[in-house]
């Protein structure tokens, strides 16, 4: 998954999370309620919250899994470049040193 997949991920579970108000807007309180129906209701609405949060964190996990992978490749893909530098400075130093050597030699000929 590219980091746009998670990105897009990402929108996706903001979006469901504002969709959410309807229920997330509703205030029961259990303990002051007279009327057993709305105890279940409030027990229905407790339960769907949960199933929410439930989701939300299995979703916000697998987001999680992805990015951290991601950042697994990018850091291997990190630690090839500098091993790249490191042999283009080397390479870049032997050469200058060749040079060095050879405006050495350049000289002593025309001494």
Not at 32 to 39: F, K, L, M
Not at 53 to 71: G, P, Q
Request: aromatic content about 4%; charged content about 35%.
């Amino acid at each position: 998954m590219g980091i746009t997949g998670i990105f897009r991920l990402l929108e996706i579970e903001r979006a469901r999370m504002t969709m959410d108000t309807e229920v997330d807007n509703k205030q029961y309180n259990v303990w002051e309620s007279s009327n057993p129906e709305e105890e279940v209701d409030q027990f229905q609405l407790l339960e769907e919250k949960v199933d929410i949060l439930i989701e939300k964190t299995i979703a916000l996990k697998e987001v999680n899994a992805a990015l951290e992978e991601k950042l697994l490749i990018e850091e291997g893909k990190v630690s090839d470049l500098d091993t790249q530098i490191e042999a283009l400075r080397s390479g870049r130093n032997d050469a200058k040193q060749k040079i060095m050597s050879l405006l050495e030699k350049m000289e002593q000929v025309s001494d």
